[in-house]
Structures are given as C-alpha cells and as structure tokens.
C-alpha cells in the first residue's frame, strides 16, 4: 500500500511522535521513509520555540535517524528552504509520495493561534493522504502550576525584564498554560506548552 511515507520534522515531540508512527508504518508495508526538515524564514514550525538551542536542522533529522536505526527502515534525509506546506507539498509530489505523516498539538482556538497552522494548510493543500499524529498527555512536560511558572519567569528574563512576579495562579487554556505577571512594571502574558515547555511573551517590550 505505502512505498514512501514523507514525515516533515523540527525535532519537536510532536514530530518525534510523528516520526515513530511513520517508522511503524514503514517498517509493516516495507516502505521507505522521508524526513524533511523546511527552513522557513516566517518560523512557522517554531513559534513557540524559545529554546536556548533549539534543534538545528541535521540534530532533528538525526533523531529520525536514531529512531530508524532501531528498525529495518530506510530513511531518506532532505532539507528545504521556502514556506513549510509549500514545499512539503512539492516534496511529496516530486518523490511519489504515498502517505504524508504529521506531528501536531491538540486543535483549539488557541493552539491554532499560537502555533500557527502548517498542519492544516498541508492537508488543505496536497492530494497525498495524511495522516495526523496528536500527542497524548503521557508526553506532557509541564504537568504543575509551578512548572508554567517558572518557565514563564524564564522567558520574560530572556526577554530583558530584571523584576519579574507573578500575583495570581495561572490557569490552563489546553494545551497551553497561561501565566499572567508583572515584568518591570509591564502587564506580561507568557503561553507556555504543556507538552514541550516552550514559551511564548505576548506584546512587544515598552522601550
């Protein structure tokens, strides 16, 4: 049925989770497996990635390799620069392209959002069928208040603000946790996911 499954990666745990599903995949119908890894200038994979050192391209295609190298599948490796679903879609139509297989995060407003929709605009744009793979909640990293805390406190540091409190409880808005504080005398909201711990500060910094 599946000759080549294509499996776009950022070295996330959405598309880890991807990837060992494609590899499952692969490994039953003996089929090839693609990684490919877009560069985009928008940062559409990456918006909430604010990492001290988020994976370049050749780690994150690495852990698709590592992971395959525990299996019988062949992995071809491809890395792209343009718009995430354009090229995605160009991929799969020039290499023959069976089953495309996505990471994403849960579907809410809000996730949609703040993490952009490349899922999305893939599957509205390619003919290729696709397969959607949701993270679970055993692959949460920020399980506690405290946790969104402090990664929030965290990002508004790398953001330059030195006195940083946070007066009330955040909450969480799946699957994100939403950390209300005061930063430098500015009202500062910080999104932090539950599942990978990245952050992002909503409004610019007053100068």
Not at 128 to 138: A, E, H, I, W
Not at 165 to 170: G, L, Q, T
Request: hydrophobic share 35%; net charge negative.
């Amino acid at each position: 049925m599946y000759e080549h499954i294509l499996v776009p990666t950022d070295g996330s745990p959405g598309s880890e989770n991807a990837t060992k599903h494609a590899l499952e995949l692969a490994e039953q119908f003996g089929a090839t497996v693609h990684a490919l890894y877009v560069e985009s200038p928008n940062q559409d994979f990456h918006e909430l990635d604010r990492r001290p050192n988020p994976p370049s391209s050749e780690e994150a295609l690495s852990k698709v390799t590592d992971l395959a190298a525990k299996t019988s599948v062949t992995v071809e490796t491809a890395i792209e620069v343009g718009t995430p679903h354009e090229r995605i879609r160009d991929y799969s139509e020039e290499h023959d392209i069976d089953l495309i297989v996505l990471g994403t995060h849960a579907r809410t407003g809000v996730d949609r959002y703040l993490l952009g929709s490349v899922t999305e605009r893939v599957i509205r744009s390619v003919d290729t069928p696709t397969l959607v793979v949701r993270l679970d909640k055993s692959d949460f990293v920020v399980t506690t208040a405290d946790q969104a805390i402090e990664l929030a406190v965290d990002a508004l540091r790398e953001e330059g603000y030195d006195d940083v409190s946070v007066e009330e409880d955040p909450y969480r808005e799946e699957p994100l946790w939403v950390v209300r504080a005061d930063a430098d005398g500015e009202s500062r909201t910080v999104y932090v996911d539950n599942r990978s711990g990245n952050t992002r500060v909503l409004g610019k910094r007053d100068r």
